[in-house]
Protein backbone atom coordinates (compact mmCIF):
# COMPACT_ATOMS: atom_id res chain seq x y z
CA UNK A 1 0.00 0.00 0.00
CA UNK A 2 1.72 3.31 -0.88
CA UNK A 3 -0.35 7.08 0.16
CA UNK A 4 0.33 9.61 -2.07
CA UNK A 5 0.20 13.17 -0.59
CA UNK A 6 0.45 16.25 -2.97
CA UNK A 7 -0.78 20.44 -2.66
CA UNK A 8 1.47 21.42 -0.50
CA UNK A 9 3.64 24.80 -1.17
CA UNK A 10 4.13 28.08 -0.53
CA UNK A 11 1.21 31.26 0.22
CA UNK A 12 0.69 34.26 2.41
CA UNK A 13 -1.10 34.42 5.75
CA UNK A 14 -4.65 33.91 5.11
CA UNK A 15 -4.61 32.20 1.96
CA UNK A 16 -5.50 28.51 0.70
CA UNK A 17 -4.34 25.25 -0.06
CA UNK A 18 -5.58 22.07 -0.16
CA UNK A 19 -3.72 18.76 0.13
CA UNK A 20 -4.95 15.11 -1.29
CA UNK A 21 -3.51 11.94 -0.37
CA UNK A 22 -4.49 8.90 -2.43
CA UNK A 23 -4.32 5.01 -1.22
CA UNK A 24 -3.25 2.32 -3.61
CA UNK A 25 -2.24 -1.33 -3.14
CA UNK A 26 -3.87 -4.09 -1.48
CA UNK A 27 -6.83 -2.55 -0.30
CA UNK A 28 -10.10 -3.97 1.07
CA UNK A 29 -11.47 -0.84 3.14
CA UNK A 30 -10.09 2.08 4.71
CA UNK A 31 -11.04 2.96 8.16
CA UNK A 32 -9.83 5.76 9.56
CA UNK A 33 -8.28 8.79 7.22
CA UNK A 34 -6.33 11.90 8.31
CA UNK A 35 -4.12 14.33 8.38
CA UNK A 36 -0.90 14.69 11.15
CA UNK A 37 1.65 17.89 10.73
CA UNK A 38 4.96 18.03 12.68
CA UNK A 39 7.52 20.65 13.06
CA UNK A 40 11.89 19.99 13.03
CA UNK A 41 12.01 19.01 16.56
CA UNK A 42 8.53 18.18 17.60
CA UNK A 43 6.41 15.89 17.88
CA UNK A 44 3.77 15.02 15.17
CA UNK A 45 0.56 16.43 16.27
CA UNK A 46 -3.38 15.23 14.81
CA UNK A 47 -4.91 17.77 12.66
CA UNK A 48 -7.83 16.33 11.32
CA UNK A 49 -9.10 12.75 11.31
CA UNK A 50 -12.17 11.21 9.35
CA UNK A 51 -14.12 8.20 9.82
CA UNK A 52 -15.49 6.28 7.35
CA UNK A 53 -18.72 6.86 7.44
CA UNK A 54 -17.74 10.97 7.17
CA UNK A 55 -17.73 11.94 11.07
CA UNK A 56 -14.54 14.48 11.75
CA UNK A 57 -12.54 15.73 14.70
CA UNK A 58 -10.32 18.47 14.43
CA UNK A 59 -7.47 19.94 16.39
CA UNK A 60 -8.51 23.27 18.13
CA UNK A 61 -5.59 25.05 16.50
CA UNK A 62 -7.64 24.87 13.14
CA UNK A 63 -11.43 24.62 13.54
CA UNK A 64 -12.90 26.90 11.54
CA UNK A 65 -10.10 27.03 9.15
CA UNK A 66 -9.77 23.84 8.16
CA UNK A 67 -12.06 20.96 6.51
CA UNK A 68 -11.49 17.33 5.41
CA UNK A 69 -12.64 15.49 3.40
CA UNK A 70 -12.91 11.94 1.50
CA UNK A 71 -13.63 9.92 -1.55
CA UNK A 72 -14.12 6.55 -1.11
CA UNK A 73 -14.36 5.52 -4.39
CA UNK A 74 -11.15 7.13 -5.41
CA UNK A 75 -9.60 6.10 -1.95
CA UNK A 76 -8.39 10.01 -1.23
CA UNK A 77 -8.41 12.16 1.78
CA UNK A 78 -8.60 15.78 1.48
CA UNK A 79 -7.73 18.75 3.73
CA UNK A 80 -8.75 22.02 2.25
CA UNK A 81 -6.80 24.44 4.57
CA UNK A 82 -8.14 28.00 4.67
CA UNK A 83 -7.32 31.21 6.62
CA UNK A 84 -4.13 30.55 7.32
CA UNK A 85 -1.27 31.55 9.57
CA UNK A 86 2.14 31.26 9.61
CA UNK A 87 2.32 28.89 12.71
CA UNK A 88 0.84 26.48 10.47
CA UNK A 89 3.62 25.89 8.52
CA UNK A 90 4.81 22.21 9.10
CA UNK A 91 5.13 18.86 6.95
CA UNK A 92 1.74 17.62 6.60
CA UNK A 93 1.60 13.84 6.77
CA UNK A 94 -1.36 11.63 5.96
CA UNK A 95 -2.13 8.35 6.77
CA UNK A 96 -5.56 5.86 6.17
CA UNK A 97 -6.21 2.59 8.47
CA UNK A 98 -6.32 0.25 6.21
CA UNK A 99 -8.10 -3.36 5.88
CA UNK A 100 -6.16 -5.40 3.60
CA UNK A 101 -7.94 -8.19 2.74
CA UNK A 102 -11.74 -9.69 4.39
CA UNK A 103 -11.34 -10.40 8.04
CA UNK A 104 -7.66 -8.95 8.33
CA UNK A 105 -6.91 -6.01 11.38
CA UNK A 106 -6.62 -2.97 9.90
CA UNK A 107 -2.80 -1.36 9.49
CA UNK A 108 -1.71 2.22 9.77
CA UNK A 109 0.05 3.65 6.50
CA UNK A 110 1.41 6.71 5.92
CA UNK A 111 2.21 9.28 3.44
CA UNK A 112 5.45 10.66 3.09
CA UNK A 113 4.44 14.14 3.84
CA UNK A 114 4.25 17.65 2.32
CA UNK A 115 5.49 20.69 3.32
CA UNK A 116 3.32 23.68 3.59
CA UNK A 117 4.74 26.78 4.45
CA UNK A 118 2.34 30.00 5.07
CA UNK A 119 4.56 33.51 5.11
CA UNK A 120 3.86 36.80 7.16
Excluded: H
Amino acid sequence: VQLQASGGGLVQAGGSLRLSCAASGIIFSINNMGWYRQIPGKQRDVVAAITSGGNTNYADSVKGRFTISRDNAKNTVYLQMNSLKPEDTAVYYCYAGIFNYPGSRYRDYWGQGTQVTVSS
